[in-house]
């Protein structure tokens, strides 16, 4: 297990970039996949991308596919998320989590809040 502490959202007009940032407490960092999630009023959480223990490794959901890109500083604890042309239906809830492979997404934050407004 891992704590997870997520920053960098806010609201910004569609068209726009942020950076979510993705902080890990705890030993061991790099032996987890990373992943975002998010999770939108009324709707089930999501998943956004994934990125292996190295960084070599990554999956987007195809909503954000080419538009965000998922990275991580293994030597800083974190994992990022960019977000470029941002729209209206990004807005959620964003999570990291954390996953041991194999095994489930077991460790999670407590979300930071990105709003696109139109």
């Known amino acids: 297990q891992v704590q997870l502490v997520e920053s960098g959202g806010g609201l910004v007009q569609a068209g726009d970039s942020l950076r979510l940032s993705c902080v890990a407490s705890?030993?061991?960092?790099?032996?987890?996949?990373m992943g975002w999630f998010r999770q939108a009023p009324g709707q089930e959480r999501e998943f956004v991308a994934i990125?292996?223990?190295?960084?070599?490794?990554?999956s987007y959901a195809d909503s954000v596919k080419g538009r965000f890109t998922i990275s991580r500083d293994n030597a800083k604890n974190t994992v990022y998320l960019q977000m470029n042309s941002l729209k209206p239906e990004d807005t959620a809830v964003y999570y990291c989590?954390?996953?041991?492979?194999?095994?489930?997404?077991?460790?999670w934050g407590q979300g930071t809040q990105v709003t696109v407004s139109s």
């Open positions: 989590a954390a996953k041991t492979v194999p095994g489930d997404f077991g460790s």
């Open positions: 990125i292996g223990w190295s960084g070599g490794s990554t």
């Open positions: 705890g030993r061991s960092f790099s032996r987890f996949f």
